[in-house]
């Protein structure tokens, strides 16, 4: 089994997680503005082989959308919740979209920028943080995941499946997004997971549940994290 190096440093890059194969796909994973159960999630990013997570922290992680600091990275995982950003900044991350690269959406990354559009058109939709569309959560729900389109490769070999896990409600979801997985919880969103291509270079997908730690755990959701970072990354 691969093992994994967990070394937190100082500085610009708050944490590393080295692997020990070569040709890893090169995952940037940004956090912050969320708590959440850090021995779990990188336990679940440990199962994850072929995978390399190289972990960037708000307020610094945004500095990466500027420059050429995303290019040793085949696809960027957004595990973060954050408003503030600056014009440079958004510049930035634009350009990087345009020009190509993974992105991955975890989760509570749907909440952050609420008032950024082209951030909530490149996730697919928006977790409305108040006024007349408030979204609303609750938190220990069973529900079904139902594949709706099952040969999609990010769901390869996945059946419908059970999750325990936190839930959101009236979330705003774009017209443009390919629905993958769907619930018939009535207090859920409807669409649990769905992807995009934004353009022929970038492609981009978001999974709802991954509040944890129940679901971390959980194969079909490892499997479906995994294979919605390699599609992403076009591997």
Not at 36 to 54: I, N, V
Not at 196 to 215: D, F
Request: aromatic share 12%; with cysteine; glycine share 8%.
């Amino acid at each position: 089994m691969k093992t994994l190096l967990l070394i937190c440093v100082l500085g610009m890059l708050t944490c590393v997680a080295f692997s020990q194969e070569k040709n890893d796909l090169q995952v940037l994973l940004i956090t912050g503005g969320h708590d959440f159960d850090r021995t779990a999630f990188f336990q679940l990013l440990h199962e994850l082989q072929g995978m390399t997570f190289t972990e960037v922290k708000h307020p610094q992680a945004n500095d990466y959308f500027v420059g050429n600091k995303t290019d040793a990275f085949d696809v960027i995982l957004f595990y973060d919740m954050v408003q503030d950003i600056s014009s440079a900044q958004m510049e930035g991350f634009e350009k990087l979209v345009e020009k190509g690269i993974g992105l991955v959406f975890l989760h509570h990354s749907i909440v952050s920028y609420q008032g950024w559009d082209y951030y909530k058109n490149t996730v697919g939709g928006r977790y409305h943080e108040g006024g007349p569309m408030a979204s609303n959560y609750k938190h220990e729900v069973d529900f079904n995941a139902k594949l709706i389109s099952p040969s999609h490769p990010v769901l390869q070999g996945l059946e419908d499946f059970k999750v325990f896990d936190e839930i959101y409600g009236n979330v705003e979801i774009g017209e443009n997004v390919n629905p993958l997985i769907k619930t018939d919880h009535p207090d859920s969103m409807p669409y649990l997971a769905w992807s995009q291509e934004l353009n022929p270079h970038t492609r981009s997908v978001y999974i709802q549940p991954g509040h944890g730690p129940e679901v971390f755990s959980l194969t079909p959701f490892q499997q479906l994290l995994k294979q919605a970072l390699i599609w992403t990354a076009f591997r």
